[in-house]
């Protein structure tokens, strides 16, 4: 599966709680925004901090699924019910 996402890490940058209590920029290493200021939304800050963090790992994330599915693909349980998961998330993932 060929990855067309900006590379990571991401990182969350310039918080910034307005009246939407939106957070920041969702930046990549290499300085691209990913997500612009008020692309992230919650009920709350907490919440607000939590879905940025989620979408700032999600580079990682995608990888540690890939090399999970590896793994269990080299240990013949590419068929066991996680490895079915994690080929459906990796999928949904990469916008397929």
């Not at 890939?66 to 990469?94: C, F, P, Q, W, Y």
Request: with cysteine; charged share 20%; hydrophobic share 45%.
């Amino acid at each position: 599966m060929k990855t067309e996402h900006t590379p990571g890490p991401w990182a969350v940058r310039n918080i910034n709680y307005g009246e939407f209590r939106s957070v920041g920029t969702i930046q990549a290493a290499n300085g691209l925004k990913v997500v612009e200021p008020g692309g992230i939304w919650g009920a709350s800050l907490p919440e607000c901090d939590a879905n940025a963090s989620l979408v700032a790992a999600a580079p990682d994330l995608l990888a540690a699924c890939k090399e999970s599915l590896d793994l269990l693909r080299d240990m013949s349980m590419g068929n066991h019910r996680v490895a079915l998961n994690l080929e459906a998330s990796i999928a949904t993932a990469m916008g397929q």
